[in-house]
């Protein structure tokens, strides 16, 4: 699969080593290069300097035959945009962002129809289940 | 008329303004402390500390009877995002987003935002407009490159408007041939007048073309 990751923090450098090392045809976009030093030497994809918003950065990350597109970019509304071009504009057939604002990630997934992570959610009730000893 | 502007830098502080002025009811939302409490001290209660890209804040800004939300940060992405919230969640009539990257046009519309406004292609626009209206267009060179065909389309300010063509000052190496006017073709004769908009074709040496642009288009504004 062709995968391209919309910035490269804890969560995307992660996601790329392992996909990459699945196998898969990874590129890694953000717009700092020294955040491409999280990814491991085994990294065989590409990286690519920019912001995820800017639709030429995409194009030459090869948004048009890529299989998925996960952003994981600091701020909801990047993700939110990069999510919504690569769905709508270009009609990558997998794709899911990172949105922390639950009412943001609630509109976003039941009005406009983007596939949809919430860290608030996830991580609040893993806390709380840890709380209840389950 | 009630207008939600989200982004308290310089085009929101005087577009709220502005609209005031013009009697619209105005709330202007920032997520920046410090700047909403600098702008209270000049608009006072219509400024809302809230994000504009949560429903809380925009709810708090009072969205929900809003006739137009306009987004001016300096961010495409939030304005956006402010602009998808208010036109679909919040049902806003009306949504205008200021956006930097012109490409972003066919982005916002085809994403439901049809009305952008972009200072980069405005300018973009104005300076191709300048550029392309005081200059004299190539059309043909001979003679080793010492002589040009020449075409340039005089303005409603162009010096030679107004004039006759054997009153035009050309210098000696440069001679009008045709002019256009509208679809009809015009032998540069010396008792023709020039128009604004025609187009007038000339023939001039290399070394006279700059003499020539002055005398029939003027000196760029400055």
């Known amino acids: ?134 | 008329m009630y207008v939600v502007i989200v982004g308290g830098g310089q085009v929101g502080y005087y577009l709220t303004k502005t609209l005031q002025e013009k009697g619209f009811e105005v709330t202007l939302v920032d997520w920046n402390f410090d700047k909403v409490q600098k702008l209270k001290q000049s608009l006072g209660e219509a400024v809302v500390f809230a994000s504009g890209s949560s429903i809380d804040g925009l709810e708090r800004a009072g969205c929900s009877r809003a006739d137009v939300i306009v987004a001016v940060t300096g961010d495409d992405e939030d304005n956006l995002v402010a602009c998808q919230l208010g036109k679909i969640h919040f049902k806003v009539p009306k949504a205008i987003a200021r956006i930097s990257n012109p490409k972003n046009e066919r982005i916002f519309r085809e994403l439901g935002v049809g009305t952008t406004i972009s200072g980069t292609t405005s300018i973009a626009d104005a300076i191709e407009r300048y550029v392309a209206k005081q200059q004299l267009i190539p059309l043909l060179s001979f003679d080793h490159n010492e002589m040009a065909l020449l075409e340039a389309e005089l303005l409603e300010d162009s010096p030679a408007v107004g004039k006759k063509i054997s009153e035009v000052p050309l210098p000696y190496e440069s001679l009008i041939a045709i002019i256009l006017r509208g679809r009809s073709v015009i032998f540069a004769k010396g008792d023709i007048v020039l128009n604004a908009k025609d187009m007038v074709i000339a023939i001039s040496t290399q070394k006279e073309q700059e003499n020539l642009r002055k005398i029939l288009l003027g000196d760029p504004e400055v």
């Open chain 1, 1 to 134: 699969m062709k995968i391209i990751i919309v910035g490269c923090g804890r969560v995307g450098s992660r996601m790329a080593a392992q996909l990459s090392d699945e196998g898969n045809a990874v590129v890694v976009i953000d717009r700092n290069p020294v955040a491409f030093d999280k990814l491991q030497d085994s990294f065989a994809g590409t990286m690519v300097v920019g912001t995820g918003i800017d639709e030429d950065v995409l194009i030459n990350a090869g948004i048009s035959g890529a299989d998925a597109v996960i952003s994981v970019a600091k701020g909801d509304n990047t993700n939110i945009m990069v999510g919504q071009i690569s769905k709508f504009l270009y009609k990558v057939p997998k794709v899911v962002v990172r949105i922390v604002d639950p009412k943001i990630k609630k509109f976003y997934e039941q009005e406009v129809g983007l596939s949809c992570y919430c860290p608030t959610e996830v991580s609040s009730s893993g806390y709380m289940s840890m709380l209840r000893g389950e």
